[in-house]
């Protein structure tokens, strides 16, 4: 049968004639608003002839979309059902590339894309994008849909109830800029959230994409127990290290930071150089 992205009614048949179903733990949710499919791929700004990673094709929505751009589409699906039928409805188009399995597992193996895209399943969206980001896998644009308080992390500042480690570690390589707010009726099935559009534009900073390597886990260990001052947590990581409780109010001072304050009221500029000060200490 026919398959219109559009129509959850076509939607549900389509799966049931291809004996496939949803999979909540996979986070399987279709965007059927073409409006919003399409500027989301339009705000990547691709160009023909260009490579692009997708995250959860699905069914192939946004694929379609991506091919008739003349993108270069290396798709990451987990469900073996949809990418078999992936395989069925672009069997002809030697523009797309499937990877098999979960992203989280294959990315490391495939070769660098300067585009990415994708409907992010709400279990895994954070934790793929830190991987990349710790990893060293940095993209010129990121287009991503999340679920919507996910996406109010990524672009917190710095004081805010929102304003987290994932924040400080998207800022860090990336500009982030909120894009359409998705109502759940525009998915099938309808979760139970709204979801966002989140561009991310990579930083043309010197060193932006070169971290110092204890950056991201001194960031997630200020942040573990956010009630805790930079000082209290900063000195249970040293501990852990086999320094000295002295150690952290030495590595504070010589970074002129305030180990009073809690981390969700430090700027990044402040963690990196608790971080580069450290490094240069080697404390981390």
């Given at each position: 049968?026919?398959?219109?992205?559009?129509?959850?009614?076509?939607?549900?048949?389509?799966?049931?004639?291809?004996?496939?179903?949803?999979?909540?733990?996979?986070?399987?949710?279709?965007?059927?608003?073409?409006?919003?499919?399409?500027?989301l791929a339009d705000a990547l700004e691709a160009k023909t002839g260009e490579a692009v990673w997708e995250i959860g094709p699905g069914l192939g929505a946004m694929t379609?979309?991506?091919?008739?751009?003349?993108?270069?589409?290396?798709?990451?699906?987990?469900?073996?059902?949809?990418?078999?039928?992936?395989?069925?409805?672009?069997?002809?188009?030697?523009?797309?590339?499937?990877?098999?399995?979960?992203?989280?597992?294959?990315?490391?193996?495939?070769?660098?894309?300067?585009?990415?895209?994708?409907?992010?399943?709400?279990n895994v969206g954070s934790a793929l994008l830190a991987d990349f980001i710790e990893k060293g896998l940095f993209f010129k644009r990121m287009v991503v849909t999340v679920?919507?308080?996910?996406?109010?992390?990524?672009?917190?500042?710095?004081?805010?109830?929102?304003?987290?480690?994932?924040?400080?570690?998207?800022?860090?390589?990336?500009?982030?800029?909120?894009?359409?707010?998705?109502?759940?009726?525009?998915?099938?099935?309808?979760?139970?959230?709204?979801?966002?559009?989140?561009?991310?534009?990579?930083?043309?900073?010197?060193?932006?994409?070169?971290?110092?390597?204890?950056?991201?886990?001194?960031?997630?260990?200020?942040?573990?127990?956010?009630?805790?001052?930079?000082?209290?947590?900063?000195?249970?990581?040293?501990?852990?290290?086999?320094?000295?409780?002295?150690?952290?109010?030495?590595?504070?001072?010589?970074?002129?930071?305030?180990?009073?304050?809690?981390?969700?009221?430090?700027?990044?500029?402040?963690?990196?150089?608790?971080?580069?000060?450290?490094?240069?200490?080697?404390?981390?």
């Amino acid at each position: 049968m026919e398959l219109n992205y559009n129509s959850a009614a076509n939607l549900r048949a389509f799966l049931d004639d291809k004996g496939l179903g949803m999979r909540k733990k996979f986070g399987q949710n279709f965007l059927i608003n073409p409006n919003t499919r399409q500027a989301l791929a339009d705000a990547l700004e691709a160009k023909t002839g260009e490579a692009v990673w997708e995250i959860g094709p699905g069914l192939g929505a946004m694929t379609k979309i991506l091919l008739e751009k003349g993108l270069l589409v290396h798709a990451f699906e987990i469900d073996p059902g949809f990418v078999r039928v992936l395989k069925e409805l672009f069997v002809a188009d030697t523009g797309l590339t499937l990877v098999e399995g979960d992203a989280l597992k294959t990315w490391g193996a495939q070769r660098p894309a300067p585009y990415l895209l994708g409907n992010l399943p709400y279990n895994v969206g954070s934790a793929l994008l830190a991987d990349f980001i710790e990893k060293g896998l940095f993209f010129k644009r990121m287009v991503v849909t999340v679920q919507r308080e996910v996406a109010l992390r990524m672009a917190a500042g710095v004081g805010s109830a929102d304003y987290s480690s994932f924040s400080v570690m998207c800022s860090s390589a990336y500009r982030v800029k909120p894009l359409m707010l998705i109502k759940s009726a525009s998915f099938y099935p309808r979760p139970n959230v709204d979801s966002q559009g989140v561009l991310l534009e990579l930083r043309d900073e010197p060193n932006a994409q070169n971290r110092p390597s204890c950056f991201y886990p001194l960031v997630r260990q200020l942040f573990s127990s956010r009630r805790k001052t930079i000082k209290n947590n900063l000195t249970a990581l040293l501990a852990r290290r086999g320094n000295s409780p002295e150690a952290a109010t030495a590595l504070l001072e010589k970074s002129a930071i305030d180990g009073g304050l809690r981390a969700e009221n430090l700027h990044i500029d402040g963690f990196l150089v608790l971080a580069k000060t450290a490094e240069d200490m080697r404390l981390l």
